[in-house]
């Protein structure tokens, strides 16, 4: 499954917001704060997301590319894994931003709005 989102946020502004560890939870609705040792985006860098109803998921990233601005990871809650994968990209006026889901439809359809939403607020000044 892939999302994408456009706005007037910088691709460098938008980049950044990915990269620094510390800004997810004040973007993605779903976040209420990250766990780990490093707090930059890095690949190894390993955690948990912790959910606003307090659930904690472990992830991995797998891969960063700050020159593409791209970067990839896992994501696992008990038996339930995905992956997702980010992308920066100049646009016209400002940045977008992309993000391509793999794993259960089930758990993929339930999480997309809240992804959406997350995007959305990634490219906006």
Same mark, same amino acid.
């Given at each position: 499954?892939?999302? @994408?989102?456009? %706005? ?5 502004? !938008?980049?950044?917001?990915?990269? &620094?560890?510390?800004? *997810? +939870?004040? $973007? ?22 912790? @959910?606003?109803? %307090? ?5 991995? !990233?797998?891969?960063?590319?700050? &020159?593409?601005?791209? *970067? +990839?990871? $896992? ?22 931003? @992309? ?21 959305? $607020?990634?490219?906006?000044?």
């Amino acid at each position: 499954m892939s999302l @994408s989102a456009q %706005g007037t946020a910088s691709p460098e502004t !938008v980049w950044q917001r990915c990269a &620094d560890v510390d800004q *997810w +939870a004040s $973007r993605s609705p779903q976040i209420e704060a990250v766990h780990s040792a490093g707090r930059h985006l890095s690949p190894g860098l390993s955690g948990t997301v912790e @959910s606003v109803a %307090g659930i904690r998921a472990a992830f991995v !990233v797998e891969a960063v590319d700050d &020159d593409r601005r791209t *970067w +990839a990871w $896992r994501v696992r809650l008990g038996p339930v894994q995905i992956r997702l994968h980010h992308e920066v990209r100049p646009q016209d006026r400002g940045g977008a931003t @992309s993000l391509t889901m793999r794993g259960p439809r089930p758990v993929l359809l339930a999480y997309a709005p809240l992804a959406c939403l997350a995007l959305h $607020r990634l490219v906006q000044p």
